[in-house]
């Protein structure tokens, strides 16, 4: 009788065993070729320097040492950034209560805005993905007096992975930035206080876009309670502020992160997690498309800035131009260079992540390229599109690559699908304190959400 017991116990584990053989397929000449490519670019270090934590995993997240992220932290802020309670200083007071920093970072567009400009107060509408907002027409509220950015807004997506922000990196005062926070003091007195970017954007963001966080807000619209967990050892007269409100919205920010895009399934070890045609593109991303030299480590971003001769923003284009438009007090036309004051700088800017792409149709600090196959095309051909940048500024990596039409498809493939989290909009609350519409608040854009 034992026999037939022993026998039973091996048929099941040999069928366990091929059940769990089923599911972890031997890695393919793609993956193997993949595998030893991305340890050269990574001085040995392998998948694991390109691999994203889990958005719980506080530790591993980089972090303001002066900001610690905590959970109480991060509950405050992702309610903070889609509360559109928080728009409490308007210039016209029909606005009030109608826009919120998740207006111009909405996470059905990748936490990026859905159209060229993003537009504050003085924005109406939001479509299906962002995609819907207009500005208010001139009767309702005159032109220059509409919060809209004068620069594409980046997205939030993998933040943490810089110290400084914006497109010119002037936000921030450390690292990077240390030799240049005196002289642009005036412009940017945030970065006085010694904070990296996305803390320091977290606070000249709230005066900048008309905000307001506060011990009025928190008491009126029910935050105390979250102020005082995520800021216990902050004196009670001074924690519900600008400052903490920042710090909690830089938290949240933080945690926003593609981790669950197929490329990182794929650096965890399910090979089958990316399609053959999407290996080939990442061997392209990592080797003959030269992208690796700017796009790296989990975000697949870098604090470096290149110029590739793209516009700014083009008048017939846009909901308002003007080259006195100022981001953050700093103009945006010369880029890396407006902040640095250095020559060598002007016309750069800062190197973006690559995840969730295809949530947006505007690419660069204009909007310029609408697509990421144009993106990739732009830069393999190397023909700058203004004029006015001289050829000198230019990334080495314009122009160089020599893609065939084929294998600008596979990077293509690689870039739209393989770094695209499907689940990004997880981030977002379905709903905030205050009970009112996420993340725009105003009459048409309540219709477009669903609210009323």
Not at 217 to 243: C, H, I, Q, W
Request: net charge negative; charged share 20%; with cysteine.
């Amino acid at each position: 009788m034992k026999s037939y017991y022993y026998i039973f116990i091996f048929c099941c584990g040999f069928l366990v065993s091929c059940q769990q053989d089923e599911y972890t397929p031997a890695p393919t000449q793609l993956d193997n070729e993949l595998a030893l490519l991305l340890k050269e670019r990574s001085e040995g270090e392998g998948n694991t320097f390109f691999m994203l934590p889990d958005s719980g995993d506080y530790s591993s997240i980089p972090q303001d040492p002066l900001n610690p992220i905590t959970a109480e932290k991060v509950r405050l802020g992702r309610l903070l950034v889609h509360e559109t309670a928080t728009g409490g200083n308007p210039k016209i007071a029909n606005n009030k209560y109608t826009y919120a920093c998740a207006s111009c970072h909405p996470a059905a567009s990748g936490f990026s805005a859905g159209i060229r400009q993003g537009i504050g107060e003085g924005g109406i509408g939001f479509g299906f993905k962002g995609e819907g907002r207009v500005a208010m027409d001139e009767n309702s509220m005159p032109r220059d007096s509409i919060d809209v950015q004068p620069i594409k807004p980046p997205t939030l997506i993998n933040v943490a992975y810089q110290t400084v922000a914006l497109w010119n990196g002037a936000l921030g005062g450390t690292g990077i930035n240390a030799p240049y926070v005196q002289q642009n003091a005036a412009a940017v007195p945030e970065n006085l206080l010694g904070y990296q970017g996305v803390e320091t954007q977290g606070m000249a963001g709230q005066v900048m876009h008309r905000l307001k966080i506060d011990e009025e807000f928190a008491e009126e619209f029910g935050y105390k309670t979250y102020f005082d967990s995520a800021f216990p050892s902050v004196p009670v007269e001074e924690r519900y502020s600008l400052l903490n409100g920042a710090l909690a919205i830089a938290a949240f920010n933080r945690t926003v992160l593609a981790n669950q895009a197929p490329w990182q399934d794929w650096l965890r070890g399910d090979t089958e997690a990316l399609t053959a045609d999407q290996k080939k593109g990442a061997l392209l991303f990592f080797d003959k498309a030269q992208c690796y030299q700017c796009h790296t480590g989990p975000a697949l971003k870098s604090e470096g800035f290149y110029a590739w001769g793209l516009f700014d923003f083009n008048p017939e284009e846009t909901i308002i131009f003007d080259p006195s438009l100022r981001s953050f007090n700093i103009e945006t036309q010369l880029g890396r260079g407006e902040f640095t004051g250095r020559e060598q700088d002007n016309f750069k800017f800062k190197v973006p992540t690559l995840y969730n792409l295809k949530m947006n149709k505007f690419y660069g600090h204009g909007g310029s390229v609408t697509s990421v196959r144009e993106v990739v095309a732009y830069k393999n051909a190397g023909i700058k599109q203004n004029a006015e940048i001289p050829d000198t500024q230019l990334a080495p990596q314009f122009g160089t690559t020599n893609l065939t039409t084929e294998e600008i498809d596979l990077l293509v493939d690689f870039l739209e699908n393989g770094l695209y989290d499907a689940t990004i909009a997880r981030y977002a609350p379905a709903a905030v304190l205050s009970g009112n519409c996420i993340p725009n608040n105003d009459p048409q854009s309540r219709i477009d959400l669903g609210c009323d």
